[in-house]
Each structure stands twice: as structure tokens, then as C-alpha cells.
């Protein structure tokens, strides 16, 4: 008879499991022929495809930002015409322009890494994702505290990021601080 608990095989009268323990229900065996399936390994995404994915990720934003700024900056530029000086112009645009990159940045990488594709473009063309500790997708609030974290990253001569290729899980600093993992997408994701 096997052991409904952990499945091990004893006498058939045993009253209580060899292996584990737990009281044997003469009436009750497990079924051994069903099989389960095998879960993959979790395989963590390494250091140069998270530096791959990251420049693919700045050049895609950078010409959404440039897409976005040109007609803003017309547009803002146009209507400062008649009363203001070119100086001032200049630095109502660069102040805007810097404003609207760090807009779209931030929500470049929060919206994408919290949705249901749980990556930003440049990871989900290299097939990686962002998951929490638990290999689960994480919420709006958890890809805003990532992205923020990562100027911490930025703050130590980007040993944050050179960490990636240091630690266990391939996390950086700002992953740690998030409770994030990189991973690579199983094959049939």
C-alpha cells in the first residue's frame, strides 16, 4: 500500500507510514500511475541580455520622447512667440523636454513591467520578464518602487547594475530592493 501523504510504498496492514508517518487508511492508496508535470527551472536573466534589453528599451523611448517633444515643442514655442524673449523659450523647452523624458520613461518601464506582458519592449524582444520573489507578476506599485530604485543604482557608480552579474538570482540593487527577479521566458510562454 502507498502512503497518501508522501507516496511512499508499505506493508499492506501498516497502520502508520514508514517513511513519514502519517496514519494509513486501509481503504485509501495513492494512484502511481499519475504523473505529473515537470516544472521547469526558473533560468535568470544574466547580465548582458539585461544590458541588451536596457539599450534596445533607451533607443525605443528616446524616439517616442522625440516623436512626442518635436510637436510640443512647436506648439509651446509658437505661443511664447509674441511675449517672451528666445532665451526664455529655450528654457521653458529643455525643462519641458526633460519632463516630458523622465513622463515617459517611468512610464515606459511601470506600466510595461506591471501589465500582463510583465517586461518593457526591449526585455520582451529578448524574452525576459519581470516577477517577484514567487515567480509572480508584480503590481503597479512594486514596478514604480524598481524604476525609482534603479537612481540608487545609477547613484553608486552603477555598481547596482554591475551586481547583476555578481549575485545568486542575478539581481541588481534596485531588484533587491523591489523583491524582483529578471527571468528568461519558458519555452512555451
Known amino acids: ?20 508517518g502519517v496514519t494509513m487508511n486501509l481503504n485509501q492508496t495513492v494512484n502511481t500511475s499519475v504523473v505529473t508535470p515537470e516544472i521547469p527551472p526558473i533560468r535568470y536573466a544574466g547580465f548582458w541580455f539585461r544590458v541588451l534589453a536596457s539599450v534596445v528599451d533607451m533607443v525605443l523611448s528616446q524616439v517616442v520622447i522625440v516623436v512626442l517633444a518635436i510637436p510640443i515643442g512647436y506648439a509651446l514655442g509658437a505661443s511664447m512667440a509674441e511675449n517672451h524673449a528666445g532665451e526664455e523659450i529655450q528654457d ?9 523624458g523622465i513622463l515617459i520613461s517611468w512610464l515606459w518601464f511601470t506600466v510595461a513591467e506591471s ?14 520578464m519581470v516577477t517577484d520573489e514567487q515567480g509572480q ?18 547613484l553608486i ?9 555578481f549575485t545568486e538570482k542575478k539581481q541588481g540593487l534596485h531588484d533587491k530592493i523591489a523583491d524582483t527577479l529578471v527571468i528568461r521566458r519558458p519555452p512555451s510562454a
Open 1 to 20: 500500500m502507498f502512503c497518501k501523504q508522501c507516496g511512499s510504498q508499505n506493508e499492506s496492514d501498516a497502520k502508520f507510514c514508514s517513511h513519514c
Open 92 to 100: 521653458v523647452a529643455w525643462i519641458m523636454g526633460n519632463l516630458l
Open 115 to 128: 501589465s500582463h506582458w510583465q517586461a518593457s519592449l526591449g526585455k520582451k524582444m529578448l524574452g525576459l
Open 137 to 154: 507578476r508584480i503590481g503597479f506599485g512594486r514596478a514604480n518602487a524598481r524604476y525609482w530604485s534603479k537612481i540608487i543604482s545609477m
Open 157 to 165: 557608480l552603477f555598481i547596482g547594475f554591475i551586481m547583476v552579474a
